[in-house]
């Protein structure tokens, strides 16, 4: 169990090796140079030599690739071009709003995708099952950006309940802070509580119908403790990693939430950053990002075997 | 990318008594019709659209680009089905024309993907080995990436345009096919059959072109419908962000970041664009689920 375990942890060494070089060739690979653009189309050659110098930008590729790394492992993720800020500066700014929109879209989903998949997969087949396998479908179809749209128009713009867009931060109270993000957090949450629901409702029918459920309710325990205590309690483990997998997808669709709601979170930061060619901001940013995916799954893999101790060794790279 | 493709088999492992058996016999065969309808009915508006968009220039009313600056922003009419936008151009031709752009770029996307990803996966499979841990690792850092975050980084580096989105979006889908056809190659490899082709001295190429990719054909096909739907809705993400079609290019994603200038004056105009990539996506969606149910001999077996 615990080579298991440390296994998993070291294997996500060589993939976070692999993550920092796709995303130090990406930066390099970007068109344009960044010294020529910070110094102006019209500037001279010397200065923009000097600028290139400066920022090592003559250097060899590799060379370039292990003092970004080396400078990364310290936190050291550069600065943007324009505002000079450095990068760490900018991402904790912004992180606070993402976070926060994360963390409430998730709620937002859980809320609607645990009671929907339990009442489907109790009672299989009823109106209810139907309606919300439909709801389901349709929620995994629709576009985000649109979804958010017609929020505005329906909540803002016709009924002028919620503000369109922007984001009060907690400091100024809690309601309008939560007011400001509400509306971006369902049409962000959305998506994911479709997902949660299909696996909550497979993962309840499965247990609903092993052999200690069976037992379970052979022994005249009432259909609530059955349902709470000995269903739930199961059919919630494979959940577990489907939250991890969700991360992923939320922390995407802050990028097209943020935008549509013009929140300043890490998703318009990196979207701006790629439109400006800050491109540092940019590597920064989606190391970042790309860095917190890997760790949460990983964390949901520790988490895993604690939640469920039938998980034992053998599971490769690819069963996972 | 498409999470949907691995939801564990819904009531796999379900002893039913005998009492409740023929209740649930009546409910599978219920189950089975009603999916093979939705399956019929997705087709049907996935041809429709596809028929909409080649004859575009037949049903469309206008021209695309044709403005006509009196009726600016008109709700919808006899005359404009759908309404105008903010320079008069018909909603509803632009809309058709668009079809043909968000259907080509998302084919392409997704066919690039299940080729390249397939073949990837499918030796790997068979062979093993140091080329199949090496693939493995390159896959899972392409995992770590959020699809919209990879594919953005991507179209910074190609620069901004439909070409790029394509690119984009088949590099961001490419890790799925890989995995899936990776696990259908080695569940299979070491069958029965696969050994008599290998014995009577059938080439490697031929044993899994010819003897082994038929029968892993099923979940790869229902890989590339369920990736269709992602790759439309990703197609026209990347659009609405300004990363793919650019304006006036009728596109659905950009006309629903133009509509949103004009959600006020005229909300029917961000509502039809949206509304077109929803129906598509469904319908897509419909199709992906009605053939995972006939393709996947786990679902089907039951």
New interface residues.
């Given amino acids: 169990m615990t080579r298991y375990l440390v296994w998993r942890a070291v294997s996500v060494i060589p993939t976070l090796i692999g993550v920092s070089i796709l995303v130090f060739l990406v930066t390099y690979f970007i068109p344009g140079d960044p010294a020529q653009i910070m110094a102006g189309s019209d500037a001279s050659p010397d200065i923009v030599a000097s600028l290139r110098h400066q920022w090592g930008l003559d250097r060899p590729i590799y060379v370039r690739y292990v003092v970004w790394a080396a400078q990364a492992l310290r936190g050291n993720l550069g600065e943007s071009y324009f505002s000079h800020l450095t990068v760490l500066q900018l991402v904790s700014r912004a992180s606070a709003v993402t976070v926060e929109l994360a963390a409430l879209s998730l709620a937002v989903a859980v809320a609607i995708a645990v009671p929907a998949g339990i009442v489907s997969a109790v009672r299989p087949g009823s109106w209810f099952d139907l309606t919300a396998t439909a709801l389901g479908f349709g929620g995994l179809s629709i576009p985000g950006f649109w979804l958010g749209i017609m929020l505005i128009y329906v909540f803002s713009v016709y009924l002028r309940w919620l503000p369109a867009g922007g984001f009060t931060p907690l400091s100024s109270g809690l309601v309008p802070n939560l007011r400001s993000l509400i509306l971006p957090a369902v049409a962000l949450g959305t998506f994911a509580s479709t997902q949660f629901m299909r696996y909550l409702r497979a993962s309840m029918l499965e247990v609903l119908g092993a052999d200690f459920t069976r037992t379970a309710r052979a022994k005249g325990l009432t259909e609530l403790v059955v349902l709470v205590r000995h269903a739930m309690r199961n059919a919630l483990i494979p959940f577990v990693t489907v939250l991890g997998v969700q991360m992923g997808y939320l922390l995407g669709g802050t990028v097209i939430t943020e935008s549509v709601f013009a929140l300043p979170g890490i998703g318009r930061l990196v979207l701006n950053a790629i439109l400006n060619r800050d491109y540092q901001v940019a590597a920064g940013i989606i190391l970042l990002i790309a860095t917190a995916f890997v760790l949460v799954n990983l964390a949901v893999d520790l988490l895993y075997p604690v939640l469920d101790p039938r998980v034992r060794l053998g599971r490769g790279t690819f069963s996972r | 990318m498409t999470?949907?493709t691995t939801?564990?088999?819904?009531?796999?492992?379900?002893?039913?008594p005998p009492a409740r058996s023929r209740v649930a016999g009546r409910?599978r065969a219920?189950r089975w019709l009603t999916r093979r309808w939705l399956l019929s009915v997705g087709l049907a508006a996935v041809v429709a659209l596809c028929l909409a968009a080649v004859c575009a220039g037949l049903l469309a009313a206008y021209p695309p680009d044709a403005q006509h600056m009196s009726v600016t922003l008109a709700p919808p009419s006899a005359a404009h089905l759908l309404g105008t936008d903010e320079y008069g151009r018909d909603v509803l031709s632009r809309l058709l024309f668009g079809a043909r752009l968000t259907l080509l770029a998302s084919s392409a996307a997704v066919l690039l993907a299940a080729v390249v990803g397939s073949a990837l996966g499918l030796t790997t499979g068979f062979f093993g080995g140091v080329y199949d841990?090496l693939a493995?690792?390159?896959m899972?850092?392409l995992f770590?990436?959020?699809?919209?975050?990879l594919g953005?980084?991507?179209?910074?580096?190609l620069?901004p345009g439909e070409p790029s989105v394509v690119l984009a979006i088949a590099v961001a889908s490419l890790p799925t096919f890989a995995?899936v056809s990776?696990?259908a190659m080695i569940a299979e490899r070491e069958r029965e059959y696969v050994i008599a082709a290998h014995a009577i001295g059938a080439p490697v190429p031929h044993v899994i072109v010819r003897t082994l990719l038929p029968n892993l054909i099923g979940p790869l096909i229902v890989l590339v419908s369920l990736g269709f739907?992602y790759a439309v809705?990703y197609e026209?993400?990347f659009s609405?962000?300004?990363?793919g079609a650019q304006p006036p290019t009728p596109e659905w994603?950009v006309m629903?970041s133009s509509?949103?200038s004009y959600?006020?004056q005229a909300?029917w105009y961000?509502?039809f664009?949206?509304?077109a990539?929803?129906v598509l996506?469904?319908s897509?969606?419909?199709v992906g689920?009605g053939l995972r149910d006939l393709l996947d001999p786990r679902r089907t077996t039951r």
Wanted: glycine fraction near 10%; avoid cysteine; proline fraction near 8%.
């Fill in positions: 999470p949907a939801v564990p088999a819904e009531g796999h492992g379900v002893a039913s409910r219920l841990s493995g690792r390159v899972d850092v770590s990436f959020p699809v919209l975050l953005i980084a991507m179209v910074a580096v620069g995995r990776r696990a739907a809705l026209a993400s609405f962000l300004g990363l994603g629903l509509a949103r959600l006020f909300p961000a509502f664009p949206g509304a990539i929803f996506v469904f897509l969606n419909l689920d």
